[in-house]
């Protein structure tokens, strides 16, 4: 099989790319990306030079980068992972704000819905979230029936993005899937987000910024188990169908955020509740029943085990994070928290 990622440069995509290549001895791997500051080369340095992956720089809001790599490579199917994906960038004003999301995860996603139609692709899973799904109260979780009500761009954008890849498949009859999942972390995810912004500055000994009072519930997956449900929605998942994943670990972030800092041995005095995210959804939770009974996937790291294997990757890998956080990210964390 040879299959186009777009986004492998990224947190999810390049665990995936990591995943299919050690899974599956006979797959061919193109991935495509346009290197934004989220795409980071480094996270595919081990398979850099297997004769089964190939790398193209690409844009897939650009009809000509699009059309170049279909033309050039025969793609059985596409695992669509490319998007602006941080909720707090989001909410900024500017070109880097929801125009920047708009256009990536709608028009982008729009560009290779079509390509993907020209070139008679097989397969076109698309890798979408939980947060379509708005906020929960205090009980229940989020099904694949529930009603999509995004409360921020990003969600706003990828629920657009999820309505454009169901009209391809009712419409023009291309075999698409979505994937929604909850909060994925592990390996390589870029520093903005929460579990990994916590580790760093947690071990640099800087405050760890809480938003609000803590209590918002997000239902964590370890990205390896999220990584295996893609896989098996790509093979087995019923053409038109949405699939929600998710890591049946809901809890408050203040309980990650101690955790963290008791994996590090560091004090709970580096909590800092700052002004809380605009239209901060409350809480988060999947109900995964139907990929659990229709295509068996199972959940297989549990929270504790992965989040300390997590913090020990980035102690192992602290030169990956610190040459990130030594950069254009010094602007972005004055930006975010400087006033807060
Ligand atoms: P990420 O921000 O780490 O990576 C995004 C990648 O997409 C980067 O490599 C970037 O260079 C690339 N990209 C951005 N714009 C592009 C463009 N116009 N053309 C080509 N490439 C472009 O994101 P992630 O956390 O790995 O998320 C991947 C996907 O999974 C996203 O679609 C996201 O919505 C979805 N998702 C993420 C999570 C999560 O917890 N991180 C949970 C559920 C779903
Ligand atoms: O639910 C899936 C979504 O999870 C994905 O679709 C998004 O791409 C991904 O970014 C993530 O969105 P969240 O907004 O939930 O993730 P984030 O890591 O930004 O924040 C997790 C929680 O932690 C959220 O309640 C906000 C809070 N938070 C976050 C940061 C960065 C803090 O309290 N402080 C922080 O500094």
Known sequence: MKLLITGGAGFIGSNFIHYMLTEYPDIQIVNFDALTYAGNLENLGPVERNPRYTFVKGDITVEADVTAVFQAHAMDAVVHFAAESHVDRSLLLGPEGPEAFIRTNILGTQRLLDTARVHRVRRFVHVSTDEVYGSLESEGRFMETSPIQPNNPYAATKAGS????????????????????????????????????????????????????????????????????????????????????GGMHDVPNLEVVRLILKLLNKPDSLIQHVTDRPGHDRRYAIDSTKIETELGWRRQFDFETALKATVDWYLQYRTWWERIRSGEYQKYYATMYGKR
């Open 162 to 245: 999820d309505f454009m890849v169901r009209a391809a498949h009712r419409s023009h009859g291309l075999d698409a899937v979505i994937t929604r999942c909850s909060n994925n972390f592990g390996p390589y995810q870029f520093p903005e987000k929460l579990i990994p912004l916590m580790i760093a500055n947690a071990l640099e000994n800087k405050p760890l910024p809480v938003y609000g009072d803590g209590r918002q519930v997000r239902d964590w997956i370890y990205v390896r188990d999220h990584c295996r449900g893609i896989d098996c929605v790509l093979r087995q998942g019923k053409a038109g169908e949405v699939y929600n994943i």
